[in-house]
């Protein structure tokens, strides 16, 4: 059975292992063949930076990681506009160049489209 | 319906793990089935049986334990043996001196989380 399944990312990235750990259950959940798709809000867009050097504190860049998803059939990616816009970000600032941008709007319709959402 | 848990936190540093308890227990006693309760990142600390809290606290760790043994309880193997959580085949593998996963848990993949939510109504992640 296939069910729509929605990873919603909303910690920055270092603080703690929660937001990889959320990557590699859309990683097992791709392996299973589920309708799987990953929305970054709040905090969580910082994750999607294109400038970062983790490096210095002993960490893997997490971005490098985000942009090898569609390799294994995740192309359901999504940010927040709100998000990135009161954190003054921009898109031209981040790492996936096929980023689906949702409004406030466009979010709760995609949350209300799944059967289950993993919050992380 | 049925349910299936998630939990993140661990025991005792976060309101999450009394929280999913109480969760759990409550939706047995209105009589749904509870498929799964997979623990991740930190919740793999709730399979330990070295700990030993105050006596004068509810022993969260007694009371997930006799959950365990009646339901299928699952420790996330990768988050687990990062964290020091190993069954003794584990501890013999890693060739460590001790074990301490309690034996009503089983030591499994993420593909049981993603397996409880296929087969569940409803998922809920707790911490």
Same mark, same amino acid.
């Given at each position: 059975m296939n069910k729509n399944l929605l990873i919603v990312?909303?910690?920055?990235?270092?603080?703690?292992s929660l937001p990889r750990e959320a990557l590699d259950v859309a990683l097992a959940a791709a392996v299973y063949d589920q309708n799987i798709g990953i929305l970054f809000m709040d905090d969580g867009v910082?994750?999607?930076?294109?400038k970062q050097n983790p490096d210095t504190i002993s960490q893997k860049n997490i971005a490098s990681t985000l942009s090898a998803l569609p390799l294994y059939g995740i192309e359901n990616i999504y940010?927040?506009?709100?998000?990135?816009?009161?954190?003054?970000?921009?898109?031209?600032?981040?790492?996936?160049?096929?980023?689906?941008?949702?409004?406030?709007?466009?979010v709760a319709q995609l949350l209300d489209q799944q059967d289950h959402l993993l919050s992380f | 319906m049925i349910f299936s848990l998630a939990v993140y936190a661990a025991p005792y540093s976060s309101q999450a793990s009394n929280? %999913?308890?109480?969760?759990?227990?409550?939706?047995?006693?209105?009589? $749904? %089935?509870?498929?799964?309760?997979?623990?991740?990142?930190?919740?793999? $600390?709730?399979?330990t049986t070295l700990a030993s809290p105050p006596q004068d606290e509810l022993n969260l760790y007694q009371a997930w334990n006799e959950l365990a043994s009646k339901h299928d309880l699952v420790i996330c193997i990768a988050a687990a043996l990062k964290r020091g959580i190993l069954n003794s085949e584990e501890?013999?593998?890693?060739?460590?001196?001790?074990h301490n996963l309690s034996d009503n848990y089983s030591l499994s993949g993420l593909g049981q989380l993603v397996d409880a939510t296929i087969v569940s109504d409803r998922f809920i992640t707790f911490g």
């Open positions: 990312s909303r910690q920055p990235p270092y603080g703690s910082f994750q999607l930076l294109n940010v927040h506009k709100q998000s990135l816009e009161s954190r003054n970000l921009t898109i031209e600032e981040l790492a996936l160049d096929e980023i689906k941008i949702l409004s406030t709007e466009d | 929280t %999913a308890y109480q969760f759990a227990t409550a939706l047995l006693e209105q009589g $749904h %089935a509870l498929h799964r309760i997979f623990f991740y990142h930190d919740g793999v $600390h709730h399979a501890a013999k593998r890693y060739d460590k001196s001790a």
